[in-house]
C-alpha cells in the first residue's frame, strides 16, 4: 500500500511545478512594470527602484525564477506592504481559521446532503426525491454571499438568534490557548465550555452558508451513484439472497455508492476553497481569504501572490488525499499489482 | 456506396429542429418557463437602460435607505440611488459578461479541444497540460489571481472566467473531435483538398456545438455567478457602475442594520438569471441530445 | 399431491410498464416442480423465463407488476405474501443464481463475508462463528483452499469461481428450491459442466428441486427431468424430458429441437425458426402468440388457448398439435 501512496505522490509533481510556474508568472507577467506593483500605489520613483533592486525584477526572467523558487523552498513569500510583515507568517498564522471554517462547513453539508442522497435514490419519486432534486438545483443557482447575507439579516437581524457576524469569538471572549488553531477543539481541550460555546455560535451561520453552497454537487452524486448501485446485479443477488432492507442497502449499496462521492470531493473542495474567500468578507472572518482581499484592495501584490499559491498547493494536497483515500477504500484500486 | 458529394451532417434539417424544440418546450413546462424567462432577460438587457423610471447613477440626497415603495419598487440605497433601475440596467452588463465569457470559452476551448482531439499526439500534450495546471487551482482563487495580476476592468473578468471554464471545453470538444476525426463527412472534406483547419473549423467545429451548447448555457450562469463574486470583493467592476455582484456588496454592511433591500433585490436577480440558465441548459440537453437526460 | 409439490406457479400473469407501452410480459403461466425434482425452463431470449423467476422470487423490476397468479411454495403464496413473511423465505427456502457470476457478487467485500451474511441472516449462525462457517460452505463447492479464498475478492477470482461462490451464497440455508438463470452462460465449456455437476450432486445430497432456466435446449435435455417451454410469455409445452425430445407436440418445440445443433448435425443443415417473437406491447396480441409464425395455424387458433394435457405429466397449449407418432419412440438425439 505504501507504494501506491509512494506512487500517488510522484504524479503530483508536475502539477505543483505546474502551478509554482503560473503563480510565478501571475506576478511577473504582468502588464507594465512589476516592480511599480509591489512598490504599491504611493511609492516615488526612488522607491521604486529600490524595489526593483531588493525583489530583483531587474533580473532576466529565468533566473528571477531561480530565486522565485529558492525563496518558497525557504518559505519566504516576500512582504506585505501594509504591514510590513513576512506573507508567509500572516497566513501560516490565519491559515486554522479558513481551515476550521471550511472543515465544519464540509461536514454539515456531508451530513445534510448524503443522507437526502441516499433518500431519493431509494424512495425514487417520492417528496425526499423532489426535495433533493430541487436542492440540487437552487444549491447550484445561489451565490454564495448572497446566502450568507440573507442567513444573517434572518437569523440575526430578524430573530436574533445567532450572534453579530463579527469574526470567530465575540468581543467579550478571548481565545483558548493554541494548540491546532481550531477554537472548537482547542477550547475543549482547555476545557472552557463557554468559550466552545461562543465559537460555535460564530461558526455556524458563515458554516451553513459553506454547507448550502456545497449540498448540491454532493446531494447529486449520492443520488446518482445510490440510483445506479440499487440497479446494479449484485444488489439484485442480495435481494434475493434474502438479506435485510438495512444489510442490502447500507453494507452492499451504501459503500459501493460512495466511491464516486469521495470523487467528488475533489470538485467540492475546488468550489468550497473559492466560496472561502467571500464567506470570509461577509462574516468578518479573520482566514487567509479576507487576508488576499483586503490586500486586494489596498492593491498589496505579494500577499495576493501568496495567497493564490497556497491555495493552489493546499487543493493539490487535498486532491492527493483523495485520491489516496479511495486507493484505500477501494479494494479494487489497492489490489492491483 | 455512400454518395460523398455531399457531406452528410448528423444535425437534422432546421424544420424539424425547430417542431422538436417546440416539442420540448411544451412537455415540460418548466423547461418553457425557463425560456420566457430568458427572453425578458434578453429584454432587459437589450432595453434596459431607456426604460428604467430613474437613472442609475442619480443620486438623491433626501432620499436615502428608502425601503420598497410605490416610488422606489427596490427601494433606495444609501445615495438615494433608485435600486430597480440599477438592477434592471445592471443585467446589461452581467449579461454582456456572461455572453462575452462564454463565447470566448467556446472559441479558446473548443478550438483547442477539438485541434487536440484531431491531430493527437504534441498537441493533444500541451493542451492538456494547459487544462491540467488550470485544474490545479481552485478555480476562484485562480480567477482572482488572473484579475488582480492583469488590472482591475471587465475585460479581464471575461478573460479570467474564459480561462478557468477552458478545460470542461476542450475535453468536451476533444472528446467529440476524437470520434468524428474518421466520420465520413470528413473524410469527404479531406479528399475534396480541403486543408487540415479548415475541416475543424468547419467541420467538426460546427459539430461540436450542439453538444458544446448545453454546457455554454451552464457557464452563462456560472460566468455570471462568477464576475458577481469577484465584484463582491471589489475585483473587476468599480463603483458607481451598476452590476449585481458590487450591489450586493454596497448592501451587505446595511443588512445588519435591517435595510435588507439593498443587498437582496440585486442578488435575487443574480439567482434568477443563473437558475433561469441552469433550467435553459437542462432543456437544451433535452432537446439536443435526449440520451443524456438524467 | 400438493404435498409432493416444492413450487407451484397457477396462471401467473406480469406486466411491464414502459415508456412506449404496456408489455404484457407473462400470461397465464403455470408449472410446478417436485420436491427434488429438477426441471428445465427453456425458451428463446424474450421469452419470459427470466421474468417468471423474478416474479416467483420478488425482485422484479419496480416498472413490473403481478397482475394475476400464485406461486405456492409450502403453504405460502408467495405472491400474495407479506413483506415479513416473504423475508423468512426468500434466501432460505427458495434461492437463485444468476448469470455472469463476476458482476453478480459485491466487487469491494471479501466472498467469505458475502456467504456469512446470508449465514447470520438465515443460518441462525453468530458474528463469531459465521466467517468459519463459511469456509466450510466454500470447501463444499469445491473451492481449493477456501481458507485463503474466503478474504478474496470477486475481481481476483475466474468467472467460474465466481459462480461457485454464488451457488454457495445460494444455498448457505439449505433451501428446498434453487432457481438457476443460465448459469453457465459465460463460462467456458468445461467449466460449464463442472458447475452444472456440482449443482446436481449438492441438489441430490441436499434433496432440493432445482430449475434450471436456459435457452440451451440439449444442456436442459441432459440435466433435467422435465422440460417446460416458453414462447413470448406463454408456456406452449411441459413433459418429461424423454417425452419431450421423442413425442414434441407443440410446432415450436418440434422447431426448438430442429434448431439445437449436436455432434450430428452440420452447421449448414441447421434449421433457423422462422418469424420472430411478436411485440409484447400491442394490444392485438392474438391469443396464441406463435401463431403468426407457425405453419400449422388454422382458424380455430383464433381462440383463447387450451391447456390439454396429454398423457399424465405431458402437457401442450395448442389447437392444432402435431399428431402423435405412431410407432414407438426412436432414440433421442443425443
New interface residues.
Partial sequence: MLTTIAKRTVTVIP?LI??I???FL??R???GDPAVYFAGPAATPESIADIRKSLGLDKPLPEQFVVYVNDLAHGNLGNSLATGQPVMAEIASRLPASAELTLFGLIISMVIAIPLGILAAVK?GSWIDHTCRVVA??G???????TG??L??VF??LLGWAP??LGRLDVFYTAPPQVTGFYLIDSLIAGDFEVFRAALAQLILPGLTLAIFSLAPIARMTR?SMLAVLA???V?????????SY?VIV??AF??AM?PVITTLGMV???????N??VE??FAWPGIGSF??EA??ASD?AP??G??LT??IM??ALNLLIDILYGV????VR?EA | MADIAAPVRPASGANALYRHARYVIGENPVTGLSFGLFVLILIAALIGPWIVPYNPLASDTSETLKPPSLHHLFGTDQLGRDIFSRVVVATQLDFAIAIFSVVLVFLMGGLAGVAAGYFGGWTDRVVGRIADTIMAFPLFVLAMGIVAALGNTVQNIVLATAIINFPLYARVARAEANVRREAGFVEAARLSGNREWRILAFQILPNVFPILVVQMSLTMGYAILNAAGLSFIGLGVRPPTPEWGIMVAEGAANIISGEWWIAFFPGAALMIAVFCFNLLGDGLRDIVDPRRRT | MSADLALSVENLSVEFRTRSGVVRALENVSFSVAKGETIAIVGESGSGKSVTAYAVMGILDPAGRITAGRAMLGGLDLIAAKPRQLAQVRGRQIAMIFQNPRTALNPIRPVGRQIADVLIRHGGLTRRAAPAAAVEMLRAVGITDPVRRAKAYPFEMSGGMCQRVMIAIALAAKPSLLIADEPTTGLDVTTQAVIMDLIGDLAREMGMATIFITHDLALAGQRSARIVVMHAGHVVEAAPTKELFARARHPYTAELIAATPDSATSLDALAAIPGSLPDLRRSDLPPCRYSERCPRKKDACAQPLPHTALETNHMVACWNPLPAPLSAPSASAA
Fill in positions: 502539477t505546474g502551478v510556474i503560473v503563480t501571475l506576478t507577467v504582468l502588464p425514487q438545483t437552487a447550484v443557482s445561489l451565490p454564495v454571499f448572497f447575507l440573507l444573517v439579516y440575526y437581524f453579530p457576524p446518482a446494479s446485479d449484485y439484485r443477488t442480495a435481494r434475493a439472497s434474502g438479506l435485510s444489510t453494507t452492499y459503500r459501493n466511491l473542495f475546488s468550489f468550497l476553497l473559492g466560496a474567500v467571500l468578507k461577509v488576499a482581499v486586494l484592495i501584490y495576493v501572490q495567497f493564490v491555495m493552489a487543493y493539490v477504500v477501494d479494494p479494487r489490489l
